[in-house]
């Protein structure tokens, strides 16, 4: 079975501008979720879809925003770009919203100038 | 609220020296715990899932332990190819979520 992939791999994008990451689950898996990876702040949650349904969410503001499609493929958008939204961002899927096992993509390295 | 520590922060062992690796946690019920190994540059690889305090899981030269208020990942007879970033993440039984730590960084040297 194929992993997680994710697309792009890599960005470099500038301050103010707009950004949209997209992420194939595995086949079968239908709960997406979306991380943030930094040096300062370790992994930190995004959001979660299920069923095309945002069904969790972290403590980001709303310039981050997700949807899923009914094929699960997921993508991420981040507007209005800021330095510190330079990271890795990790997308993981899971077989439903009830599963214990997430398994995570390569992640998009976004760099923000 | 929900937390996860791991300790230490980085550790440099000597190909041979077999150590551990610590993940304390306070969540209002333990629903799983897991490890993860990320290399750099990579998203995390899943290692393990442990779900009650007293199991333990093994592969290769890795065994996790849980208790009631942590886990431990110990590493037998490291070899340079271990070398990554450990790190742990907990789901409690209220949310349906999880809290990753921060991560150990295993250097081990030839």
């Known amino acids: 079975k194929a992993g997680v992939t994710q697309t792009p791999r890599y960005l470099i994008k500038t301050r103010g501008q707009q950004v949209t990451l997209s992420c194939s689950p595995i086949s079968g898996h239908r709960s997406v979720s979306w991380y943030q990876q930094t040096p300062g702040q370790g992994l930190q949650f995004l959001f979660e879809?299920?069923?095309?349904?945002?069904?969790n969410k972290g403590n980001f503001p709303g310039r981050f925003s997700g949807r899923q499609f009914s094929n699960s493929r997921s993508e991420m958008n981040v507007s209005t770009l800021e330095l510190g939204d330079s990271a890795l961002y990790l997308c993981a899927s899971r077989e439903d919203f009830g599963a214990y096992e997430q398994y995570f993509g390569p992640g998009t390295r976004l760099t923000v100038t | 609220e929900d937390q996860v520590t791991q300790s230490p922060e980085a550790l440099r062992l000597q190909e041979g020296e077999s150590s551990s690796l610590n993940c304390s946690y306070t969540?209002?019920?333990?629903?799983?715990l897991f490890w993860y190994r990320q290399d750099p540059g990579k998203g995390p690889e899943f290692l393990f899932t442990?779900?009650?305090a007293g199991e333990e899981k093994e592969k290769e030269r890795l065994k996790a332990t849980l208790t009631k208020k942590e886990s431990f990942l110990h590493i037998t007879a490291p070899k340079p190819e271990d070398s990554a970033t450990y790190l742990c993440?907990?789901?409690?039984?209220?949310?349906?979520?999880?809290?990753f730590g921060s991560g150990t960084k295993l250097n081990v040297k030839p």
């Open positions: 969540v209002s019920g333990l629903r799983g």
């Open positions: 879809y299920f069923s095309e349904t945002q069904r």
């Open positions: 442990l779900y009650s």
């Open positions: 993440a907990v789901q409690p039984y209220n949310f349906n979520k999880f809290y």
